[in-house]
T-cell receptor, first 115, second 112 residues
Framework: KAGVTQTPRYLIKTRGQQVTLSCSPI?????VSWYQQTPGQGLQFLFE???????NKGNFPGRFSGRQFSNSRSEMNVSTLELGDSALYLC??????????????FGPGTRLTVT | EDQVTQSPEALRLQEGESSSLNCSYTVSGLRGLFWYRQDPGKGPEFLFTLYSAGEEKEKERLKATLTKKESFLHITAPKPEDSATYLC?????????????FGEGTQLTVNP
């Protein structure tokens, strides 16, 4: 069974630009969550999508947004990039019923560098 | 606010030298506690889920246990390939979805 895939794997952008990252979950998984990982802050939750609806949102500014398509694939967008947005962006999928208690499986991440 | 604290931050062991990693948590109501392993440059790899105090789970040289305030990841006779960062995360009952709150991790190095 294929795992979670993320594209692109590496990205270099300039301050002020915007970026879109893509995530394909494990087949049959309806929940997709996004996390930001930095050396100083660790893994921080951005948002979760389930059945094309945002179910949870972390404490990130509105520049961070996402969406989910009918095939459960998800994208996240960051507008007006700042140097502090440089991080590893991780996508995780789970089978997650309404109570969302199932384990999450992570993709390899997208390494974003903002210069 | 949910909080997860892991200790130690870093641990260096000799091959075969058993030890334990600690994960202390504060959550209004625990739905599940998760352990992950992360290798450099890769996404976290799922290891275990624990749901209630007293529960234990094992996989090869790893054993995870859970109390009402903390979880331990016991590593028995570790090998160099066990070197990685081990992450602990909690999911709160009040969360309608899959949101996880992570600790900072313990970086484990096993020397041959």
């Amino acid at each position: 069974k294929a795992g979670v895939t993320q594209t692109p794997r590496y990205l270099i952008k300039t301050r002020g630009q915007q970026v879109t990252l893509s995530c394909s979950p494990i087949s049959g998984h309806r929940s997709v969550s996004w996390y930001q990982q930095t050396p100083g802050q660790g893994l921080q939750f951005l948002f979760e999508y389930f059945s094309e609806t945002q179910r949870n949102k972390g404490n990130f500014p509105g520049r961070f947004s996402g969406r989910q398509f009918s095939n459960s694939r998800s994208e996240m967008n960051v507008s007006t990039l700042e140097l502090g947005d440089s991080a590893l962006y991780l996508c995780a999928s789970s089978r997650a019923g309404d109570r969302g208690e199932r384990e999450q499986y992570f993709g390899p991440g997208t390494r974003l560098t903002v210069t | 606010e949910d909080q997860v604290t892991q200790s130690p931050e870093a641990l260096r062991l000799q091959e075969g030298e058993s030890s334990s990693l600690n994960c202390s948590y504060t959550v209004s109501g625990l739905r599940g506690l998760f352990w992950y392993r992360q290798d450099p440059g890769k996404g976290p790899e799922f290891l275990f889920t624990l749901y209630s105090a007293g529960e234990e789970k094992e996989k090869e040289r790893l054993k995870a246990t859970l109390t009402k305030k903390e979880s331990f990841l016991h590593i028995t006779a570790p090998k160099p390939e066990d070197s990685a960062t081990y992450l602990c995360a909690v999911q709160a009952k009040e969360t309608s979805g899959s949101r996880l709150t992570f600790g900072e991790g313990t970086q484990l190095t096993v020397n041959p």
